[in-house]
C-alpha cells in the first residue's frame, strides 16, 4: 500500500484560467522523504491542500494510506499532520504553547505532549524564546515553532509546504535534521521546497511538476539522469559564442552565466578551451538544479505565486 497516492487529479478554481492541478497521478511509498518540485504556481500547495482534505478536487482521486480524501476525510486527518504555507502564530500564545495545543488538539494525552513539546523546542533550538509571545519571535523563529507542531506529532503521513521557507542555514539544517528523523521513525514526509539543495540532500523521490502536471518523479539520482545523461557542468566566463558552447554539451539557460552539461571528455576539452583563452571555469558534477533550469528553465511561469 502506499502512503500517497493520486490519480489524474484535477483542480480548477473557480476563476482559474487553466487548471491548478491537470490530471496528476503519481504514487509515494511509506517511510520516506517525498518532496514536491515545481516553479511558482505549479500546483505544489493546491496538490498538498488537496491530499491533506482541506480543499476538494475538481476531479480524479487521491488516497492517504489507503483512505479516501474525499470520502473519508475524518479517517485521513486522524492520520496526518499539517504545516501549511504562510501558517501564522496566535498573538498571546507562547511557542510551548502552540505545539502543546496542535498535540492536546489531536487527543494525545498530557504527560506525553509536555515531553513531545520540551523535545522539539530542544531540538529546534528554542529554548530560550520558548515562554514569550510567539508574535514577538522573528520570522525564523515563528517558522520553525510552526513546523514543529506538526514535527512533534505521532502522525503516521506529515505534510509540509515550504518548511524551510525563511530559515539561515544553519537552521534549515535543523529542520532537516527532524524530517529525517521522522523517516527513521517510519513516517511519510511530503513537502515542497524551492531549495534544490535540500531536495537533493533529503528527498528518497521527488516529483517534479508544472502546470498542475507531473514532469519526472524518481530518486534525485533517476531524476538527475532524466536531462540527457549528462554528468559534469562546466561554468566559464565570456569569450563564448552561443554556437561554440553548444558544440561542448547542452547549455542552460542561468542569468548571466556559461552553464553546459556534458561528459566528462565535454568538460575536460571545454576547461581546456576556457583556460586557453584566460576566462574562468568551473567544473562539477550535474545538481538537481542544472536538471531544474534545464527541464523547466524554458516553461512559461505561472500566475501569481500563491
Ligand atoms: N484560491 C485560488 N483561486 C484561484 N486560483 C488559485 C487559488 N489558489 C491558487 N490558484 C492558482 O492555481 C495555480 C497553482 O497555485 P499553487 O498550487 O499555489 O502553486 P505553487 O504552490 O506551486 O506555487 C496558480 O496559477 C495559482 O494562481
Ligand atoms: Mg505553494
Known sequence: MFALQAEGLTKRYAHGKSPALDGLTL???????????????????????????QLMPTSGS???????????????????????????????????????LSLRMR??????????????IEALELNDVADINAEWLSGGMKQRVIVAMSIATQAEVVFLDEPSIGLDPVNRRRVWD??????????????TTHYMDEAEILSDTLAVVDKG?????????????????????????GGFSADEL????????VAGKNRVLTDTEGARNLSDAALARGTGVSIGPV?????????????AEGEADA
Open 27 to 53: 504514487n509515494v511509498s511509506g517511510g520516506q522523504i517525498f518532496t514536491l518540485l515545481g516553479r511558482n504556481g505549479a500546483g505544489k500547495t493546491t496538490f498538498l491542500r488537496i491530499a491533506s482534505t
Open 107 to 120: 487527543g494525545m494525552e498530557k504527560g506525553e505532549a509536555m515531553r513531545r513539546t520540551r523535545a522539539a
Open 178 to 191: 527532524q524530517l529525517a528523523l521522522m523517516r527513521k521513525e517510519g513516517r511519510t514526509v511530503v513537502l
Open 246 to 253: 553548444k558544440s561542448y554539451g547542452k547549455v542552460v539557460a
Open 287 to 299: 545538481t538537481l538544479d542544472d536538471v531544474f533550469v534545464d527541464i523547466l528553465g524554458g516553461a
Open 213 to 237: 502536471r507531473l514532469v519526472v518523479q524518481g530518486t534525485p539520482q533517476s531524476v538527475k539522469g532524466s536531462s540527457g545523461g549528462s554528468s559534469m557542468r562546466v561554468e566559464v566566463g
Open 62 to 100: 487521491v488516497f492517504v494510506l489507503g483512505l479516501d480524501c474525499v470520502k473519508e476525510p475524518r479517517r485521513v486527518r486522524e492520520r496526518i499532520a499539517v504545516t501549511p504555507q504562510d501558517a501564522e502564530t496566535i498573538y498571546p500564545l507562547t511557542a510551548r504553547d502552540h505545539i502543546m
